[in-house]
């Protein structure tokens, strides 16, 4: 973990963080190795509570979203699974590891889990380039992105 705050943020990040991330345990490490995949910043990923800035775009917000003057979207992120057999919530958690880390995470896996994808709207393209990039690409799941703004 402490190479990663190096190699990402800095060695001056790295030096304000070392002794929290020395202090933490098993079970925070590894959801900071997780979560640096695709927080952009150092602080929101050590609060473990903080939630990704992202939405889940459902059909029926889509037309509004593309047609709002001010949107909170600038970028979407499409995860489908591919298989006729919808993914079990276990599966889905393991090959698009930011599910736990967004807002309302238990609605959006369930949609994942029932529907067999979920659209989900970033305020900034860098952002959905490290959410496409952590999802664990594999037979049977896709991930598009669209960038507009």
Known sequence: MLDRIRDRWGEEA???????????TDLETR????????FLNLPSLLVLECKL???????????VLLTSADRPARSLV????????????????????????????????QHLCSQGWLLVGCGS?????ALSQSVLRGRGIRISTCDFG
């Open 14 to 24: 790295l030096r304000e963080v070392r002794e929290r991330i020395e202090a933490g």
């Open 31 to 38: 959801a900071w190795l997780r979560r640096s995949r695709y």
């Open 53 to 63: 800035p992202v939405l889940h775009v459902r059909i029926q917000d889509l037309f």
């Open 78 to 109: 499409l995860v489908r699974f591919t298989s006729l057999d919808l993914p079990e919530p276990s599966r889905a958690e393991q090959a698009v590891p930011w599910l736990e880390d967004m807002p309302q995470s238990a609605g959006a896996i």
């Open 125 to 129: 393209r860098e952002q959905a380039s």
